[in-house]
């Protein structure tokens, strides 16, 4: 057998990574055939963490773990099926003790790791996360959001959203870090430093974990088949880590990581790269938690992107459909083109754009001269086939471009006929940006200390590069815009042929299509995070609850695309309903009640109630029929509790589904579930009819929407008069580093940055020792505890102060603070602001008068 080639940094592309023979010490693991009969092979360490003692392979799985685990582990091979991620079996009890348990088959291998169970679970981690993200409708407050979120979650030191760019460099685009560490942030790191057998897995295996960069690597025994095969670890977790990249990260000073696939459309959009400068192994369960926050994230981020491309896809229709409707009624196309040249740079950003028809130029805005166009017809003609092309630096590509880079860097071909001749092109002027790269990216490597070997780089000093001649680069939406546009004008030119009539319908239709695909693209994204979240781990009967509650709030995710929730801050119930059956308003409607205000709450639950209703109304109810009738109406009770009668007529006969469906159980379930309100549904033969009563404390008059969240006199809700001072001091009390870390933020949007945390009232109060805050921001109970302690010696230090709490009221409170103001969790920036506004204005009120 031939020894297997030496690696470093020469031949590290050809690595194979996917099969150390070894694994990370923090488990063990056992191999066996692809029933799950016999062992075939083991980690070195299975002895002493499974307390095993005597042969291993070759013995029946049972003999080893016991009869009940062997079960359970077949069964759960037999549920996952080949080269799927690993089935989970968390606290799976073996004959020697309760291990978080992974088992997957791949390559007809069935590989089993054991690690030390964990007695939390990840649903709530999960839940709580994916919660905190899931109305986001911006991508750069989802990823700086995300980012955040991940480091209060997991603990890590530092935590990135690194994203991929078009060269393969990667670009940290959201950090969250220690105070003490220096940033990464917008920094480049050369794509070298991921080789491409490493993204390959990144994309079969969506999370990676080091526990420690310095660690021992455990043998596989034996390390090759009969046949001088070795086991293929693609999809286990435990797999240990290429010695160069461990190398790396201890030049980078890092002990331990975790990364977390980003995949947009089936290819890396990035990572999520956690770092921390100590040994660190993150158990099982924490790792499923970040597995399923990156599965929920990349599609998440996928949705938001496909809808930006659909807002701009519909503008740049709008635009085609005037140009269009000229068209019809011009018998000269390319006169015509001339003429609306200017309206076609709204299609896109581009700082010029210009027609070439017929050996003809034609330019507006900032394009090359006249005398490079035929080379870059030319160009375009040989590379494009027909189609659009585009380059963000078209000096690679045409030397003599360097002369006007100033004028037009870029440039995207738009082939305006069957035969390319001729050509509507647009152009972006040159950008001139510096990159700061962590380290020199044009030298990745150095020679090792004996000369022996090349060894990953040891500086990451923040390197600069000046980037010339060069645009903004083509993104995949201007591109689709592009095509658009090509067959529009395409369509154009044959409108005015024999064929008239018939192309004119086929160009409508096009654009249909294409309109009508990327709107299904998004919708799809929400298929597929339904589908996503319906693979429950093994503990099925803990996560039914859980699956079932995270598909409906991604059901209203769906909802949230086309109708009116607008998140937090509630609603009109009217208003609810004018967007649900707007769009059936061919049957008989009528809709009746006073203007009852819904709080975040109930907006939310109910707008997934009457989208169910409305729905299974157009298909199967009242609104199916021109004849239909359908009476919504609702009032306040004198305790103030809404009732709303939802009343079909006039559709097909009613009778009573036979089995109670995900939308059956959402309608009759939702309101007592999340409001602890009442559901009454009645399949009438007439009509479905359906009556619902939401608590008082969901619901007001919408005249009462302003009044004020504060408690103390004066305190108001409203808009910050001023901007707070930036250099006050602020003293936080809270036991959640998530909400912590939430205030800090709110905090710091409002120009604060002095900020401390502490945890305890004990904490606080070592802290007050040696600083003085100019106001704090107490959280009354802290778990164990209160924070009254620092309440008193904060009245002592004459601190002016405000009380948070979740409770409705503020009876825990003694008489000795009946005048300190006390907003209700969980916080909202404007009241938190405006309450610590007044706090600064009325530094001369003691706490115990009255403000």
Same mark, same amino acid.
Request: proline letters at 6%; glycine letters at 8%; hydrophobic letters at 40%.
């Given at each position: 057998?031939?020894?297997?080639?030496?690696?470093?940094?020469?031949?590290?592309?050809?690595?194979?990574?996917?099969?150390?023979?070894?694994?990370?010490?923090?488990?063990?693991?056992?191999?066996?055939?692809?029933?799950?009969?016999?062992?075939?092979?083991?980690?070195?360490?299975?002895?002493?963490?499974?307390?095993?003692?005597?042969?291993?392979?070759?013995?029946?799985?049972?003999?080893?773990?016991?009869?009940?685990?062997?079960?359970?582990?077949?069964?759960?091979?037999?549920?996952?099926?080949?080269?799927?991620?690993?089935?989970?079996?968390?606290?799976?009890?073996?004959?020697?003790?309760?291990?978080?348990?992974?088992?997957?088959?791949?390559?007809?291998?069935?590989?089993?790791?054991?690690?030390?169970?964990?007695?939390?679970?990840?649903?709530?981690?999960?839940?709580?996360?994916?919660?905190?993200?899931?109305?986001?409708?911006?991508? %750069?407050?989802?990823?700086?959001?995300?980012?955040?979120?991940?480091?209060?979650?997991?603990?890590?030191?530092?935590?990135?959203?690194?994203?991929?760019?078009?060269?393969?460099?990667?670009?940290?685009?959201?950090?969250?870090?220690?105070?003490?560490?220096?940033?990464?942030?917008?920094?480049?790191?050369?794509?070298?430093?991921?080789?491409?057998?490493?993204?390959?897995?990144?994309?079969?295996?969506?999370?990676?974990?080091?526990?420690?960069?310095?660690?021992?690597?455990?043998?596989?025994?034996?390390?090759?088949?009969?046949?001088?095969?070795?086991?293929?670890?693609?999809?286990?977790?435990?797999?240990?880590?290429?010695?160069?990249?461990?190398?790396?990260?201890?030049?980078?000073?890092?002990?331990?990581?975790?990364?977390?696939?980003?995949?947009?459309?089936?290819?890396?959009?990035?990572?999520?790269?956690?770092?921390?400068?100590?040994?660190?192994?993150?158990?099982?369960?924490?790792?499923?938690?970040?597995?399923?926050?990156?599965?929920?994230?990349?599609?998440?981020?996928?949705?938001?992107?496909?809808?930006?491309?659909?807002?701009?896809?519909?503008?740049?229709?709008?635009?085609?459909?005037?140009?269009?409707?000229?068209?019809?009624?011009?018998?000269?196309?390319?006169?015509?083109?001339?003429?609306?040249?200017? #309206?076609?740079?709204?299609?896109?950003?581009?700082?010029?754009?210009?027609?070439?028809?017929?050996?003809?130029?034609?330019?507006?805005?900032?394009?090359?001269?006249?005398?490079?166009?035929?080379?870059?017809?030319?160009?375009?003609?040989?590379?494009?086939?027909?189609?659009?092309?585009?380059?963000?630096?078209?000096?690679?590509?045409?030397?003599?471009?360097?002369?006007?880079?100033?004028?037009?860097?870029?440039?995207?071909?738009?082939?305006?006929?069957?035969?390319?001749?001729?050509?509507?092109?647009?152009?972006?002027?040159?950008?001139?940006?510096?990159?700061?790269?962590?380290?020199?990216?044009?030298?990745?490597?150095?020679?090792?200390?004996?000369?022996?070997?090349?060894?990953?780089?040891?500086?990451?000093?923040?390197?600069?590069?000046?980037?010339?001649?060069?645009?903004?680069?083509?993104?995949?939406?201007?591109?689709?815009?592009? %095509?658009?546009?090509?067959?529009?004008?395409?369509?154009?030119?044959?409108?005015?042929?024999?064929?008239?009539?018939?192309?004119?319908?086929?160009? %409508?239709?096009?654009?249909?299509?294409?309109?009508?695909?990327?709107?299904?693209?998004?919708?799809?994204?929400?298929?597929?995070?339904?589908?996503?979240?319906?693979?429950?781990?093994?503990?099925?009967?803990?996560?039914?609850?859980?699956?079932?509650?995270?598909?409906?709030?991604?059901?209203?995710?769906?909802?949230?695309?086309?109708?009116?929730?607008?998140?937090?801050?509630?609603?009109?119930?009217?208003?609810?309903?004018?967007?649900?059956?707007?769009?059936?308003?061919?049957?008989?409607?009528?809709?009746?009640?006073?203007?009852?205000?819904?709080?975040?709450?109930?907006?939310?639950?109910?707008?997934?109630?009457?989208?169910?209703?409305?729905?299974?109304?157009?298909?199967?109810?009242?609104?199916?029929?021109?004849?239909?009738?359908?009476?919504?109406?609702?009032?306040?009770?004198?305790?103030?509790?809404?009732?709303?009668?939802?009343?079909?007529?006039?559709?097909?006969?009613?009778?009573?589904?036979?089995?109670?469906?995900?939308?059956?159980?959402?309608?009759?379930?939702?309101?007592?579930?999340?409001?602890?309100?009442?559901?009454?549904?009645?399949?009438?033969?007439?009509?479905?009819?359906?009556?619902?009563?939401?608590?008082?404390?969901?619901?007001?008059?919408?005249?009462?929407?302003?009044?004020?969240?504060?408690?103390?006199?004066?305190?108001?809700?409203?808009?910050?008069?001023?901007?707070?001072?930036?250099?006050?001091?602020?003293?936080?009390?809270?036991?959640?580093?998530?909400?912590?870390?939430?205030?800090?933020?709110?905090?710091? #949007?409002?120009?604060?940055?002095?900020?401390?945390?502490?945890?305890?009232?004990?904490?606080?109060?070592?802290?007050?020792?040696?600083?003085?805050?100019?106001?704090?921001?107490?959280?009354?109970?802290?778990?164990?505890?209160?924070?009254?302690?620092?309440?008193?010696?904060?009245?002592?230090?004459?601190?002016?102060?405000?009380?948070?709490?979740?409770?409705?009221?503020?009876?825990?409170?003694?008489?000795?603070?009946?005048?300190?103001?006390?907003?209700?969790?969980?916080?909202?920036?404007?009241?938190?602001?405006?309450?610590?506004?007044?706090?600064?204005?009325?530094?001369?009120?003691?706490?115990?008068?009255?403000?």
């Amino acid at each position: 057998m031939n020894e297997p080639e030496q690696v470093d940094l020469i031949n590290c592309d050809r690595e194979p990574i996917h099969i150390p023979g070894s694994i990370q010490p923090h488990g063990c693991l056992l191999v066996c055939d692809s029933r799950a009969g016999r062992v075939l092979r083991h980690s070195a360490n299975s002895f002493d963490l499974l307390g095993l003692a005597g042969e291993i392979n070759g013995m029946p799985l049972e003999a080893l773990v016991g009869a009940d685990a062997a079960h359970a582990l077949r069964n759960a091979l037999a549920a996952n099926g080949e080269g799927h991620r690993p089935a989970l079996l968390p606290g799976l009890r073996v004959a020697q003790g309760v291990f978080d348990v992974s088992i997957h088959l791949f390559r007809s291998m069935a590989i089993i790791e054991f690690e030390r169970a964990d007695r939390e679970q990840p649903l709530q981690l999960a839940r709580t996360l994916l919660q905190r993200i899931r109305d986001i409708g911006d991508v %750069d407050r989802l990823i700086a959001t995300s980012a955040r979120l991940l480091r209060g979650a997991l603990g890590y030191d530092r935590v990135m959203i690194y994203r991929f760019e078009h060269d393969g460099a990667g670009k940290v685009v959201a950090e969250a870090r220690r105070g003490d560490l220096e940033s990464f942030l917008g920094q480049y790191f050369p794509a070298t430093d991921i080789p491409q057998q490493a993204r390959v897995l990144y994309l079969k295996n969506t999370i990676r974990i080091i526990g420690d960069a310095s660690g021992d690597r455990v043998p596989i025994v034996p390390a090759l088949d009969v046949s001088g095969e070795p086991v293929d670890l693609s999809l286990a977790h435990l797999r240990s880590v290429s010695p160069i990249h461990c190398e790396y990260l201890r030049n980078m000073g890092v002990a331990a990581s975790m990364s977390v696939s980003i995949i947009i459309d089936g290819k890396l959009w990035g990572l999520i790269a956690c770092h921390h400068y100590s040994p660190k192994v993150l158990p099982l369960n924490e790792r499923v938690a970040a597995e399923m926050f990156g599965d929920f994230f990349s599609l998440h981020l996928h949705a938001l992107k496909q809808h930006r491309t659909l807002e701009t896809a519909g503008r740049a229709r709008t635009s085609l459909d005037h140009f269009l409707r000229l068209a019809t009624h011009h018998d000269n196309i390319g006169l015509l083109l001339e003429e609306h040249l200017p #309206d076609f740079v709204t299609l896109m950003p581009c700082d010029g754009i210009g027609l070439w028809m017929n050996g003809t130029w034609h330019a507006f805005g900032s394009t090359p001269p006249a005398s490079a166009i035929p080379a870059i017809a030319h160009l375009v003609s040989s590379v494009a086939e027909g189609r659009v092309w585009a380059s963000h630096a078209l000096s690679e590509r045409l030397p003599e471009a360097e002369a006007f880079c100033a004028q037009a860097a870029g440039i995207l071909a738009v082939p305006l006929t069957q035969m390319p001749r001729d050509y509507l092109f647009f152009f972006r002027k040159e950008l001139v940006q510096t990159l700061n790269w962590a380290g020199n990216p044009d030298k990745s490597y150095e020679t090792g200390p004996l000369g022996d070997r090349l060894t990953p780089r040891k500086s990451f000093a923040i390197w600069k590069q000046t980037v010339q001649m060069q645009a903004q680069p083509w993104t995949d939406a201007d591109r689709e815009i592009a %095509d658009v546009t090509r067959v529009a004008l395409v369509e154009i030119g044959l409108r005015h042929s024999e064929i008239m009539a018939e192309e004119r319908s086929r160009a %409508d239709v096009r654009q249909r299509m294409l309109n009508e695909e990327l709107n299904h693209r998004v919708k799809n994204i929400l298929a597929l995070i339904k589908s996503l979240v319906g693979q429950p781990l093994h503990e099925a009967k803990t996560l039914t609850e859980y699956v079932a509650s995270l598909k409906g709030r991604i059901q209203a995710l769906s909802f949230a695309h086309d109708q009116i929730v607008r998140g937090s801050g509630g609603g009109l119930l009217s208003d609810l309903l004018e967007a649900e059956l707007t769009p059936y308003r061919h049957a008989s409607i009528d809709l009746a009640g006073p203007p009852v205000q819904l709080d975040g709450r109930a907006f939310s639950v109910m707008a997934l109630v009457l989208h169910e209703l409305s729905t299974n109304a157009a298909k199967y109810g009242a609104l199916s029929r021109p004849s239909g009738q359908l009476s919504v109406s609702w009032q306040l009770s004198r305790e103030g509790n809404c009732a709303v009668v939802w009343q079909e007529a006039g559709g097909p006969v009613v009778t009573t589904p036979s089995r109670a469906g995900f939308g059956s159980a959402l309608i009759s379930r939702s309101l007592p579930y999340d409001l602890n309100g009442t559901s009454e549904i009645t399949y009438a033969p007439a009509g479905l009819c359906a009556r619902f009563v939401l608590p008082a404390k969901h619901v007001s008059f919408s005249q009462d929407r302003a009044e004020s969240a504060v408690d103390m006199p004066g305190i108001g809700g409203g808009a910050i008069e001023k901007p707070l001072p930036g250099d006050i001091k602020v003293l936080l009390v809270e036991d959640q580093l998530l909400i912590a870390m939430d205030v800090e933020s709110m905090l710091g #949007d409002n120009g604060i940055d002095d900020i401390v945390i502490a945890s305890s009232a004990a904490d606080a109060l070592n802290r007050l020792s040696s600083r003085r805050p100019d106001v704090a921001v107490l959280d009354v109970n802290l778990g164990i505890g209160t924070s009254l302690p620092v309440a008193l010696e904060l009245t002592r230090l004459k601190v002016p102060f405000l009380f948070a709490t979740g409770y409705g009221d503020s009876s825990i409170l003694s008489a000795d603070f009946a005048g300190v103001p006390v907003i209700r969790k969980p916080y909202e920036s404007t009241t938190l602001v405006s309450a610590i506004q007044q706090l600064l204005n009325d530094r001369s009120i003691e706490p115990g008068q009255s403000g």
